[in-house]
């Protein structure tokens, strides 16, 4: 459950700094706003496969039952913020 709320609160975090910057228009030229949009989405993306991955050892360390619903849940969401970060950067940028 941990990491699946990590994996949902890194991107979220990430999408609202991205818009922060691009609405108050700190990022005149469209080379740097595209490379900070990237970076962001490598950086969501970088958590989301950690927190899987770290998720993934301790199901299998403990033998207990898979993530539930709520985790894949929280995961997905995360996926869904990172994929929204990149298309509401691209659009204002470009």
Do not use: H, K
């Not at 490379?35 to 991955?53: E, F, N, P």
């Amino acid at each position: 459950m941990f990491y699946g709320a990590m994996a949902l609160a890194g991107p979220s975090v990430n999408l609202l700094l991205t818009s922060q910057l691009l609405l108050i228009g700190v990022l005149r030229t469209p080379g740097i706003g595209v490379g900070t949009v990237a970076a962001y989405v490598v950086l969501g993306l970088t958590q989301i496969a950690y927190c899987w991955r770290s998720a993934r050892r301790i199901s299998a360390g403990r033998r207990s039952l898979p993530p539930d619903w709520r985790v894949r849940g929280y995961f997905a969401a995360g996926l869904g913020f990172v994929v929204w970060e990149g298309l509401f950067g691209l659009r204002v940028l470009l």
